[in-house]
């Protein structure tokens, strides 16, 4: 995500992007697996890159490549707060 951020003159660091992620473990079968992780990210952008912000976050997990590789088997959901600040 930093890369495209990055790329739109969205600065990730230092501490931009800060992100909670929350594991559901069930036993679908009797045997206990994580079966949801659901995302937050809390982002500092400067005034007028909301839109591009949005943009990479909505096609965060196609280019993520641990969602890619746990795709199938573990279901994501991803939520975000954006503040903008005068840059």
């Keep these: 995500m930093s ?12 501490d931009k992007i800060k992100t909670t992620a929350h594991g559901t473990i069930e036993a679908p079968e009797g045997v206990l697996k994580v079966t949801k992780i659901a995302c937050h990210y809390h982002l500092k952008i400067p005034k007028g890159k909301k839109e591009a912000a949005e943009r990479v976050l909505n096609v965060f997990e196609k280019k993520c490549p641990v969602a890619q590789t746990l795709k199938g088997c573990v279901t994501f959901e991803h939520s975000w707060e954006i503040e903008e600040y005068e840059a």
Excluded: D, E, K
């Design 3 to 14: 890369g495209a951020l990055y790329a739109r003159q969205i600065p990730p660091y230092p």
